[in-house]
């Protein structure tokens, strides 16, 4: 089963650039048909998918795509070390708005069927 | 984009109770609706998927029913390991989204 480990600075300064990466165990993030995701949680609040990234084996010419919600596309890019079976994410200009618990996740098949444990990010001075 | 509304945002029930939870989508998602628990500080974990199919390894007490706008998750018989919040996520289009969530306290 793969497993999904989040990891990057965990306090970030108004108007900076968060970065996380999240390495993969387990599998290749180049094998299947899978999405690379990240989905966020701030402090007592629920659930909002950032993004994600492709990789589609069987069709290689789309790997690599990536598909973002709207509400942060802006800022956002999401991208993918296939060599060292890691994905990232960057979110530029950052409020305090952004604080929040930060998973990364596999989308395979319509579903979040991995997740990684989560890492509490604070926008702060 | 899609918008899932829960009902209720809180529920506080006794053990061996039986636990019903509403997901409504703004428009039809058709079956592509799923179920996750997630326990306190801990990640989701995928419960239902595709509104009714069981997901190996999550115990038959969770059950799903619904299709287009109209979901409930239903935990048959509450047990202390359950309190956690639970929330619907539509895969039907994009964004992808999930609902409010549903916190479940023990009595």
């Known amino acids: 089963q793969v497993q999904l480990q989040e990891s990057g600075p965990r306090l970030v300064k108004p108007s900076q650039t968060l970065s996380l990466n999240c390495s993969v165990s387990g599998g290749s993030i180049t094998s299947g048909d899978s999405y690379w995701s990240w989905i966020r949680q701030p402090p007592g609040k629920g659930l909002q998918w950032i993004g994600y990234i492709n990789y589609n084996q069987y069709n290689p010419s789309l790997s690599g795509m990536t598909y973002y919600n709207p509400s942060l596309k802006s800022r956002l890019t999401i991208s993918a070390d296939t060599s060292r079976n890691q994905f990232s994410l960057y979110l530029s200009s950052v409020t305090a708005a952004d604080t929040a618990v930060y998973y990364c996740?596999?989308?395979?098949?319509?579903?979040?069927?991995?997740w990684g444990q989560g890492a509490l990010v604070a926008v702060s001075s | 984009e899609i918008v899932l509304t829960q009902s209720p945002d809180f529920q506080s029930v006794t053990p061996k109770e039986k636990v019903t939870i509403t997901c409504r989508a703004s428009?039809?998602?058709?079956?592509?609706l799923h179920w996750y628990r997630q326990k306190p500080n801990q990640s989701p974990e995928l419960l239902i998927k595709f509104a009714s199919q069981s997901v190996s390894g999550v115990p038959s007490k969770f059950s799903g029913s619904g299709s287009g706008t109209d979901f409930t998750l239903t935990i048959s018989s509450l047990e202390v390991e359950d309190a956690a919040t639970y929330y619907c996520h539509q895969s039907s289009g994009l964004p992808q989204t999930f609902g409010q969530g549903t916190k479940v306290e023990i009595k």
């Open positions: 428009q039809s998602v058709g079956s592509t």
């Open positions: 996740a596999r989308y395979d098949s319509g579903l979040f069927d991995s």
